[in-house]
């Protein structure tokens, strides 16, 4: 992990990691089954990832409600427009998969949006929890333990959501 930068930091939704080069945060993993995926590697800080870490303590004790934490999304092109759809959304915003799609000219390409949000490489900084099904309904999470995180996300946000 040469020129790679690497903090772990504890929440209430459990443990973060976060990666990044020199100048960007490139990855936020939040811990499944108590796991990481660089526990075995120490940590090493830049000025990034210390303002990465701030900005996520004021995010969970609700004193923060944007960040301005410099990001690189690297996907597809179809990725890439989606997860810049999602860097649109402020705090206690919700947009549903199929508004989504509309948004970045594939209407009715919901499923394939489901998978792009999944694959974003900095959730919380870049809001996927906040994508819901076109009913408001809950579908599914990829990050932390998956709904339970989500469900703690969007409560913390005050997003409503259908059971």
Request: proline share 6%; net charge negative.
């Amino acid at each position: 992990m040469n020129n790679v930068f690497l903090i772990r930091l504890d929440s209430p939704i459990g443990r973060i990691e976060l990666v990044a080069d020199a100048d960007t945060v490139i990855g936020l993993t939040i811990e499944r089954a108590g796991v990481l995926p660089h526990d075995d590697e120490p940590e090493r800080s830049n000025a990034v990832l210390e303002s990465a870490r701030s900005q996520l303590q004021e995010y969970f004790a609700g004193q923060r409600t944007d960040f301005d934490i410099p990001v690189r999304l690297s996907g597809t092109p179809f990725q890439e427009a989606v997860w810049a759809e999602l860097e649109r959304l402020g705090w206690g915003e919700a947009i549903s998969y199929g508004a989504l799609a509309a948004a970045v000219g594939k209407p009715g390409a919901a499923r394939a949006i489901g998978g792009a949000v999944g694959a974003n490489p900095v959730p919380i900084i870049v809001g996927c929890h906040r994508v819901l099904a076109s009913d408001g309904r809950i579908t599914g999470y990829s990050g932390g333990n998956g709904v339970p995180t989500k469900l703690w996300l969007l409560g913390h946000e005050r997003i409503g959501f259908a059971a």
